[in-house]
């Protein structure tokens, strides 16, 4: 991922936290490094703000490759049908296996990604999820973004997150302890405020599992004002600290 893309990403899950948070105050958001936005609420006061994205701890092994291939093959033959610019999460699972023919599944996914961009106006900004029912074995889902700033597509390789991933692992509080490692960085950028936003692309959980309980279980130290775990595709957040 190029830093023109990143900066893309980032702005996305900003824009998209900050539609679905209602307390999040007016201000003057921009671009920055360490940390990622400075939101200005006045002359003398502003907030920091690093995105992070939680990700799947997961050895996927010589698999990685083909599934970076299918992918890559898939954009191509987007690419002319459409010059749109979209950002596409392709999650694969574990059902996944070298397909016999590698053109036909990377022709499925393109086809279910053009028959969602074909209903959409050029410029548009939009969120949409392509299910599992329409797509080749292995693949879970894909979510495609569109905005208005986009100026090139990406397409990435993706793994949801299951409970156990957060919960077992300790990835969350690893996670906020790294970022907290780096706020010496952010601080010299004197603002009054530092949040921290952890995004979170998918996560499956099982109906039975009181996933708000089990959050509130987890006791964070950190030097952040507040940190959020925002799930990008229910667009939905939780207040860690």
Not at 44 to 72: D, F, P, V, W
Not at 91 to 108: A, G, L, M, Q, V
Not at 160 to 178: A, P, Y
Not at 193 to 210: E, M, Q, R, T, V
Request: no cysteine; glycine share 2%; aromatic share 14%.
């Amino acid at each position: 991922m190029n830093t023109r893309q990143k900066a893309h990403i980032e702005w996305l899950i900003m824009r998209s936290f900050r539609d679905n948070y209602p307390d999040f105050p007016k201000g003057k958001l921009t671009k920055s490094e360490t940390p990622d936005f400075i939101h200005k609420l006045s002359l003398t006061k502003s907030i920091g703000i690093e995105i992070s994205t939680l990700y799947k701890s997961l050895n996927i092994g010589s698999a990685e490759s083909q599934m970076r291939s299918i992918i890559y093959r898939a954009h191509e033959l987007y690419l002319e049908r459409f010059r749109n610019p979209i950002f596409a999460q392709i999650f694969f699972n574990s059902d996944f296996t070298i397909p016999i023919n590698d053109e036909i599944y990377s022709t499925k996914i393109a086809i279910a990604i053009i028959d969602i961009v074909a209903e959409q106006k050029i410029g548009a900004q939009y969120m949409s999820h392509i299910e599992p029912d329409i797509l080749p074995s292995g693949v879970s889902r894909i979510i495609i973004y569109a905005h208005p700033t986009f100026k090139n597509s990406f397409w990435d390789l993706r793994f949801e997150l299951n409970v156990q991933d957060i919960f077992n692992s300790g990835s969350l509080e690893k996670l906020v302890d790294k970022k907290d490692e780096k706020l010496r960085l952010y601080r010299k950028k004197i603002t009054d405020l530092y949040w921290l936003i952890i995004s979170a692309d998918y996560i499956n959980k099982p109906a039975s599992f009181n996933f708000e309980n089990a959050l509130n279980q987890i006791k964070l130290e950190t030097g952040f004002n507040k940190v959020f775990l925002y799930n990008l595709f229910e667009q939905k957040y939780f207040e860690l600290v």
